[in-house]
C-alpha cells in the first residue's frame, strides 16, 4: 500500500474499537505498518478480551496492509 505513512510504523493504542480502530484502519490505507494495541477491556477498565486486537490486525491484513 502507498500514502503519506508508506513504511512508516505506528503504534495504535485503544486500537480495538471506536477512533483507535478507525485511526488503525487508517493508517494502514495509508501505507503505514500499524502496530495493534488494545488491553481489551471494557469502559470501566475491567474484563479482558484479546481478541479485539486480533480482529483489527485481521481487517488491516484483508485490506493489504500490515500489522501485528
Given at each position: ?49 484479546e481478541d479485539v486486537a486480533q480482529r483489527v490486525v485481521d481487517e488491516i ?8
Amino acid at each position: 500500500m502507498t500514502g503519506i505513512c508508506a513504511e512508516r510504523v505506528v503504534i495504535v493504542t485503544g486500537a480495538g474499537g471506536g477512533i483507535g480502530r478507525e485511526h488503525a484502519l487508517e493508517f494502514a490505507r495509508q501505507g503505514a505498518r500499524v502496530i495493534v494495541n488494545d488491553l481489551g477491556t471494557n469502559a470501566r477498565g475491567t474484563g479482558q478480551n484479546e481478541d479485539v486486537a486480533q480482529r483489527v490486525v485481521d481487517e488491516i491484513k484483508a485490506i493489504g496492509g500490515h500489522a501485528v
